[in-house]
C-alpha cells in the first residue's frame, strides 16, 4: 500500500477536519459545500477521499442547483459514486426545497405581490424539464394557506384543470389563488394556452367568488405576471 492511500482517508485526518465532526462542533454553516456533500457521500475509494469526490462532482456541475432534475446519465464517469449516492444527493436537494415552500406556509407569508410568489416558487420550478402547474392559495388577508401541484405535463404542456382547481380552493376556504407554472425552454412569453387557461380560470373564479389574482409564467430567473402587465381577465 502506498504512503499516498494510506493518507487520503478522512479518517486519518485530525478530527477537527473531518466534516461530520466539524459539523457538529461548528455547525453546519462552518462546512464548505464539498465537505456537506462529502457528509452525504461517506465514503470515497482506495486513494479518493469523499471530499475529493464531493470536489469532483462540484467541478462538473458547478453549484448544487444544477444537480436537481438532472438525468441518471450525467452522473456517470465518477469513481465510487453508485445509485445509492445518486439517489442520497438528490433526496437532500429536494428536502432543501421542499424545506423553503414548508417554512413559508408555516410562517402564514403574506403575499403583496408576484415578486414574492416567485421568491418562493421559482427556486423550485426555474430547473424542471417538464411543465408543472402550481397553485398558491390565500385567505382573505392575502396570506399562504398552502401550496400545490395541479398538474404535470410533458416537455413543453400541462393541463390544469379549472374545475378541480376551484373546488381545492373551496375545500381551503381560500378567499383567492395564485397561479404558477415554468416554461422549460425559458421562453417566459404566454402561450396561446396559457391566455385562454388564464381566462376560464378567471371566469371559473368569478362564478364561485374566488379572486384569481395572477398567473405566472417561471423562466430561467425571470418571470412574467398576467397582473403587472395588465392582462388579467
Not at 426555474?126 to 402550481?134: P, S
Not at 400545490?148 to 381545492?168: L, W
Not at 378567499?175 to 385562454?196: F, G, L, M, R, V
Request: charged share 30%.
Amino acid at each position: 500500500m502506498t504512503e499516498t492511500s494510506k493518507t487520503t482517508g478522512i479518517k486519518s485526518w485530525p478530527k477537527d477536519d473531518r466534516p461530520r465532526e466539524k459539523l457538529l462542533k461548528n455547525g453546519e454553516r462552518s462546512l464548505s459545500n464539498s465537505e456537506l456533500l462529502a457528509i452525504l457521500l461517506r465514503t470515497g475509494i482506495k486513494g479518493n477521499s469523499a471530499i475529493d469526490l464531493a470536489r469532483q462532482i462540484l467541478d462538473k456541475f458547478g453549484a448544487f442547483r444544477n444537480m436537481s432534475h438532472t438525468d441518471i446519465r450525467e452522473w456517470k464517469g465518477f469513481k465510487g459514486l453508485g445509485l445509492a449516492k445518486i439517489a442520497q444527493i438528490k433526496a437532500a436537494l429536494e428536502i432543501g426545497r421542499r424545506y423553503r415552500e414548508d417554512e413559508v406556509t408555516t410562517g402564514k407569508q403574506k403575499v403583496a405581490s408576484a415578486k414574492d410568489v416567485v421568491s418562493i416558487v421559482m427556486p423550485q420550478m426555474r430547473d424542471l424539464k417538464t411543465e408543472v402547474f402550481k397553485v398558491v392559495y390565500l385567505d382573505s388577508n392575502n396570506r399562504i394557506i398552502a401550496i400545490t401541484d395541479a398538474a404535470c405535463g410533458t416537455v413543453d404542456h400541462a393541463m390544469p384543470i379549472v374545475r378541480e382547481i376551484i373546488h381545492s380552493a373551496l375545500q381551503k376556504f381560500s378567499a383567492s389563488i395564485i397561479c404558477a407554472h415554468n416554461h422549460p425552454c425559458a421562453n417566459i412569453t404566454p402561450s396561446n394556452e396559457d391566455k385562454k387557461f388564464t381566462k376560464e380560470l378567471c371566469d371559473a373564479g368569478k362564478l364561485m367568488e374566488i379572486k384569481i389574482i395572477d398567473h405566472v409564467i417561471i423562466g430561467d430567473n425571470e418571470y412574467f405576471s398576467f397582473a403587472d402587465e395588465g392582462i388579467m381577465v
